[in-house]
Each structure stands twice: as C-alpha cells, then as structure tokens.
C-alpha cells in the first residue's frame, strides 16, 4: 500500500510546510467545513457574527495573520524598507569613509563585520546597501506591473489584432536572455543612479506581467457578473475598473510579489558583472563582487553583504509564496 | 501532428526576427563600434570613416540589419572586429557552454526529479519540510553568490576542485560549474516536480493500479511518474534556453572560455558582430527547445492531439 498515514493537511501547501502550525488535528475536511471551523473561533473581525460574506481579499487577510511565514517575511521587509530610509538608525559610520590601513582587517570593537578591501567599515556598508536594494526591488515590480497590467489586460479584454501583436511581441522579448539584455543596454550607461538599472528591468520585465494579466482578465471577462454587467448596458471602462480588474488582480500582484525579489537578485547580478549599480553607490552586488579578489583573506567581505541580500530575497519570495497561498482559492 | 509542426514552424519566423532584430537594435545603442578599434585614443576622422565604410556602418540600421540576416543565412556571421571569424569563435565556445548545460541538466533531472519524488510522496514529513526550506534558500540565494562561495570553499579552502576550469573545459572540471549553474532551477524542479506528485497521487488511477495489486515501485515509475513528470519536461525543456544564456555569470566565476565569456568580451570590447551573432545562435536554441518541449508532450501524454 503506498498511503497508511492520513493526508496531514490539504491546505499545507508550499511555503506555509515550514513552519509547524500545529493545528495537525484538523486534517482534510471539505474547504467549505474548513473555512466555518476557522471562522467561528473569537470572531476574526471582532465584529460578532459576520452578515455579509467575505470578500476574496478580507479573506487573504485573515489567513495571512495567522500565517507565521507571512509574520516574519513582512517584519523583515519592513525592517528593511525602515533602515534603506533611515540606515543612521543602526549604524553610525559613513559607508565611504574608509580607512585603507585597515584594509581587510577582521571584526574589532565597534566594527562587528570587519573591514573590507579598501578599509571601509563592511556592517555600515552592508546596512546602507539595503537603499540601493529596496528601491531597485520597489520602483521596477511598480513599473513593470502598472505597464504590464495595463498593456495585458487591455489585450484579454479586447482581443483581436491588438491582443495576437501583443502576444508576439512578449514571444520576443522571451526569447532574450535577461542578463545578456541587461549586459548590452546598461553597458553603454554611465549613470550613477538606480534608475537606469530600474528603467533597463521594466523594459525587460513588463511580458512578464502582461502575459500573467492577459490570462486572468480573459478568465475573469467570462464569469456570469461580467455578462450580466454587459447586459445591463454596463460601458466596457466600468466592466473593466468595477468588475473584471478587482477580480484579475490576485495572480498579478503573487506575479509581482515574487518577481521583486528577482528584481533584487538581478540588481545584483548586474552589479556584480559590472553594469548594474556603479560605485560610490552602495550595493550588496557591488561589495560582493569586489570581494571576489580578497574571499581568502578577508571573507568577511564576501559573506556579510551575500547574507543580507539572500534574506532579502527569501523574504520577498516568501512573501509572494503566503501571498499566494492566500489568494488562491484552489489551494484552500 | 505534421500541420501542427509546419504551423509552428512559422509562428516561430516573426519571433526570431523580432528577438534578432531587438538585440540588433539593443548593440546599436550600445555605442559607437569603431571607437573599440583605435584602442583608448579617439579615432582620426578618416579612419574612422573609413572603418564606417568598410563595415557597413554609414547605412541606416535597417538595412545594416537585412545585410547581415542575409549574411547569417549563408552561414556567414561576419568578422569579430579583431579579424577572427565570429564561427570560429562559435566553434571554439559553444561545445564548452554545451558540455557545462549538459551537466547542469544532469543535476536537474537527477537530484531535482528525485528530491521532488521523495518530498511528494512524503509530504508533511520533516524530510519534506526540511527539503522545501532548503529550495525556498537556494532560490534566494543569486548564482553568482553560490558560485562565489562554492569556489571559495571547494576549490580554494579545501582543494577539492580547481578554483579555475582549463580552456579544455572537460567534463569532470564541469561539475561544480554545472552545479552552481543549475542551483535555481534544481529548485525550482524539486518543487513542481513535488506539487505534482502530492496532486496526482490521489488520482483514480493510481488507485486502480495499487488495487490490482501492482508492486510500489511499479505504481510509482509507471503511472505515478510518468503523468507527474510532464509539467516538469516543459519546465527543463524552456530552461535549456535560459541555463545557456544565463550562463555568463557562471563561466565568469569559474573562467569557463564558453558562450558566456565571449559575449562578455564582445560587449565590453563593444564588438557588434560577436554580441549579434551569438545571441541569435542562441534564440534560435530557445526556440528549437520550446518547440521540442511541445511535441514530446504528445509522446507523454496521449490525451493530447496536435490537429
């Protein structure tokens, strides 16, 4: 026989398996039965007996308070969102202040991480390059999903020859390898700032979200409230905004979640091969890559910024992996 | 399934001249190719005219473009701006990138499948908690960290490996590379390979075949695995595309003279005809791949019938 043990639990999906939730005993009823066992214990809302329904998203919201992956990643997440605005608050020192006969010198009194190859303290630099990160992360996923649910969207809810060019056109796009892409554009920039880095990922990055949004708008044009909208004599721009986006939105916002921290993990990559972020900039992937050269002597260097941005992308997937778990019914 | 191959075929036209004609238009923005050719010192003005001239330079991009898709076609991919031809290059480049995806394939079918089979069967288990936790990190972490690290410790600390491959590039100096290079999509593999396992191991007919009394494993390599595998075959299959772009940073690491290191070299040295020639070779890999992928689905599942 290849299954003695009961199933443990149908909704221990994914990212939510790591952490023991210790409701084992609640095995795999019907979702249906599920979602009434959770819902009476202490009123979720504190707003006794629920009258109306809950919403898809009111729901999400009241799995992911109780989910301890979302918990942590979002305190992450938070933290570090705090400290790219204010990374004074947790450490003192100036990141291009260095002291080149300190170069490469280990962990000292005040100076936990040590010293990297120019003689710059590594903890200041590895807090400050949580900026550069962040708002990398932050500014492409805004770009790309605004441009790619826009473009995608209007292409599901209109179709025709507008929709099958648009499909060619991600076609293209898909067939080119991003860091190559990011090699051969950002190449050429001299910029010191993060935006053409930014601008490079949403012009590489916008298919993506569009193909993701395409497909749910065209799921969502051909549910009954949509129809019976249109026979009502609804306009296609109040189809659009009051029924279909609020629906089609779920997939591409898990879509963006997840890609944010591929965004910060390309940031880096790019750095690190040269065109991404250019010194005096702090980044993660600019320090990692100098480190390269010193990894035997000084591999302070090379672990300390790597850490900070493998966290910072587990918490952004892990984020998306909740968000997920969440929004989609299926998985309940 | 013949119309069905003819018509993707020709699907598959405008997508590769649209992916050429992009990355064509992307090394024009790139910058001035000339200005490589003189070393650090500007170019004279007549050389460089002249150099214009002879390249093709002075015509406007497109027809630049239909000159030399033309050229491609005839098998001519024109001359790196150091006089070597841009195929020897290819020659020289593409067994080594090859070989390294071939390893990195390996490792995703070997360990990626069998972790997956493992953690779908045995789902809720603490193996299967621990190997999730482990995916969720490597996923996280950037190749060229992994590859940094893995250099670090087993090639430099403790001399398992050679911290740098030969020019040869032979396959037992690959496998750490390939490894690294793998790492995300191993993952990546574990994962779906897993969902897919957890969702069919319910189905019907896998508890008919246990109740005809068929043995474990034949249940599982017969029917479990074979209807489990094929949202896995279409993942490896359009990461064959992606493993061999994406390998640049990998080759960087571990100084692998293969595709990745020549585009590097073609776009610092602003070298169009290198950059432009590789990459088509390689949309043309992504879309072959894609194709493939398509068509063994209907030798894996049957249920699928190409019109």
Same mark, same amino acid.
């Given at each position: 026989m290849?299954?003695q043990l009961p199933?443990?639990?149908?909704?221990?999906?994914e990212g939510?398996?790591?952490?023991?939730t210790?409701a084992?005993?609640?095995?795999d009823?019907?979702t249906a039965?599920g979602?009434?066992?959770e819902?009476?214990p202490?009123?979720?809302l504190?707003?006794?007996?629920?009258?109306?329904?809950?919403?898809l998203?009111?729901?999400a919201w009241?799995?992911l308070?109780r989910?301890?992956i979302?918990i942590?990643?979002?305190?992450i997440i938070?933290?570090?969102?705090?400290i790219?605005i204010?990374?004074?608050?947790i450490?003192?020192g100036?990141p291009?202040?260095?002291?080149?006969?300190k170069?490469?010198?280990g962990?000292?009194?005040?100076?936990?991480?040590?010293?990297?190859g120019?003689?710059c303290?590594?903890?200041?630099r590895?807090v400050?390059?949580?900026?550069?990160s962040?708002?990398?992360?932050?500014?492409a996923?805004?770009?790309?999903t605004?441009l790619?649910?826009i473009?995608?969207?209007?292409?599901g809810?209109?179709?025709?020859?507008w929709?099958?060019?648009?499909s060619?056109?991600?076609d293209v796009?898909f067939?080119i390898?991003v860091v190559?892409g990011?090699?051969v554009?950002?190449?050429?920039?001299?910029?010191?700032?993060?935006?053409?880095?930014i601008?490079?990922?949403?012009?590489?990055?916008?298919?993506?979200l569009?193909?993701i949004?395409?497909?749910s708008v065209?799921?969502?044009?051909?549910?009954d409230y949509?129809?019976a909208a249109r026979a009502l004599g609804a306009?296609?721009?109040?189809?659009?905004l009051?029924h279909i986006?609020p629906?089609?939105?779920?997939?591409?916002?898990v879509?963006?979640?997840?890609a944010l921290?591929?965004y910060?993990?390309?940031?880096?990559?790019?750095?690190?091969?040269?065109?991404?972020?250019k010194?005096?900039?702090?980044?993660?992937?600019?320090?990692?890559?100098s480190?390269?050269?010193?990894?035997r002597n000084?591999p302070?260097m090379l672990?300390?910024?790597?850490?900070?941005?493998?966290i910072?992308?587990?918490?952004?997937?892990?984020?998306g992996d909740?968000?997920?778990?969440a929004?989609?019914?299926?998985?309940? | 399934?013949?119309r069905y191959?003819?018509r993707?075929?020709?699907?598959?036209?405008?997508?590769?001249? %649209?992916?050429t004609l992009?990355?064509?238009?992307?090394v024009n923005v790139?910058g001035?190719?000339?200005?490589?050719l003189?070393?650090?010192r500007?170019?004279?003005?007549?050389t460089a005219?002249q150099l214009?001239?002879?390249?093709?330079?002075?015509?406007?991009?497109w027809q630049q473009?239909?000159?030399?898709m033309g050229?491609v076609?005839?098998?001519?991919?024109?001359?790196?701006f150091?006089g070597q031809?841009?195929?020897e290059?290819?020659?020289?480049a593409?067994p080594?990138?090859?070989?390294?995806t071939i390893v990195a394939?390996?490792?995703?079918i070997v360990?990626?499948i069998?972790?997956?089979?493992?953690t779908?069967?045995?789902? %809720?288990h603490?193996?299967?908690t621990?190997v999730?936790l482990l995916t969720?990190v490597?996923?996280?972490?950037?190749?060229f960290v992994t590859g940094?690290i893995l250099?670090l410790?087993?090639?430099?600390?403790?001399g398992w490996?050679k911290p740098?491959v030969?020019?040869?590039?032979p396959?037992?100096e690959?496998?750490v590379p390939?490894l690294?290079l793998?790492?995300?999509?191993l993952?990546?593999v574990?994962?779906l390979?897993?969902t897919?396992i957890?969702e069919?191991k319910?189905?019907d007919?896998v508890r008919?075949a246990v109740a005809?009394?068929?043995?474990?494993?034949?249940?599982?390599t017969?029917?479990l695995?074979?209807n489990s595998?094929i949202?896995?075959?279409?993942?490896?299959?359009?990461?064959?595309g992606?493993?061999?772009?994406?390998?640049?940073?990998?080759?960087r690491?571990?100084?692998?003279?293969?595709?990745?290191?020549?585009?590097y070299?073609?776009?610092l040295?602003?070298?169009t005809?290198t950059?432009?020639?590789?990459?088509?070779?390689?949309?043309?890999?992504?879309?072959?791949a894609?194709?493939l992928?398509?068509?063994?689905?209907?030798?894996?599942d049957p249920?699928?019938r190409?019109?």
């Open positions: 290849p299954e199933e443990p639990l149908e909704s221990f999906e939510q398996a790591i952490a023991p210790g084992g005993g609640a095995s009823l019907a039965e979602e009434t066992l819902k009476t202490g009123g979720p504190g707003t006794g007996p629920d009258k109306k329904p809950r919403s998203w009111s729901d009241h799995d308070r989910n301890p979302f942590i990643s979002g305190l938070v933290f570090l969102v705090i790219s204010w990374p004074q608050l450490a003192s100036n291009l202040d260095c002291d080149l006969s170069a490469q010198e962990p000292q009194p005040g100076h936990p991480f040590g010293f990297n120019q003689g303290d590594v903890y200041t590895t400050y390059g949580a900026r550069a962040v708002q990398v992360g932050v500014f996923t805004l770009g790309v605004i790619g649910s473009l995608g969207g209007l292409a809810f209109y179709g025709g020859a929709d099958g060019v648009l060619r056109i991600t796009f067939a390898p190559l990011g090699l554009l950002l190449s050429v920039v001299s910029s010191n700032t993060v935006w053409p880095v601008g490079f990922m949403v012009l590489l990055g916008w298919p993506q569009s193909r949004a395409r497909g065209i799921t969502a044009k051909q549910n949509v129809q306009s296609n721009n109040r189809m659009l009051r986006a629906n089609a939105l779920a997939p591409v916002i879509v963006a979640t997840i921290g591929t910060i993990s390309l940031e880096a990559t790019l750095s690190f091969l040269g065109v991404g972020l010194p005096p900039t702090v980044s993660w992937g600019i320090d990692i890559s480190a390269a050269p010193y990894v000084a302070q672990l300390w910024p790597s850490g900070a941005l493998a910072t992308v587990l918490a952004f997937i892990m984020l909740a968000v997920r778990d929004l989609d019914p299926k998985l309940r | 399934m013949g191959v003819i993707r075929l020709l699907q598959m036209i405008p997508v590769f001249f %649209g992916a992009l990355i064509f238009l992307m790139m001035d190719p000339i200005a490589g003189c070393g650090d500007q170019c004279d003005p007549a005219a214009e001239k002879e390249f093709g330079l002075d015509k406007p991009v473009y239909l000159t030399y050229n076609f005839t098998g001519d991919f024109g001359t790196a150091n031809e841009v195929t290059l290819m020659a020289s593409f080594v990138t090859i070989r390294l394939i390996f490792f995703e360990i990626g069998s972790l997956g089979v493992l779908g069967l045995k789902r %809720g603490p193996v299967d621990s999730l969720l490597v996923i996280s972490i950037p190749t940094l250099q410790l087993l090639g430099v600390e403790w490996i740098a030969s020019s040869d590039a396959f037992n690959l496998i390939g690294v793998a790492s995300v999509s993952a990546y574990t994962r390979t897993r897919s957890a069919n319910r189905a007919y008919t005809k009394g068929l043995p474990r494993h034949r249940v599982i017969r029917h695995l074979r595998l949202p896995v075959v279409t993942f490896i299959g359009t990461d064959i992606a493993l061999m772009g994406g390998a640049i940073v990998t080759e690491i571990f100084n692998i003279h293969g595709v990745g290191y020549q585009l070299q073609g776009i040295r602003q070298n005809q950059v432009v020639g590789f990459v088509t070779v390689l949309v043309i890999v992504f879309l072959v894609n194709l992928v398509d068509l063994l689905y209907a030798v894996l249920r699928i190409y019109a």
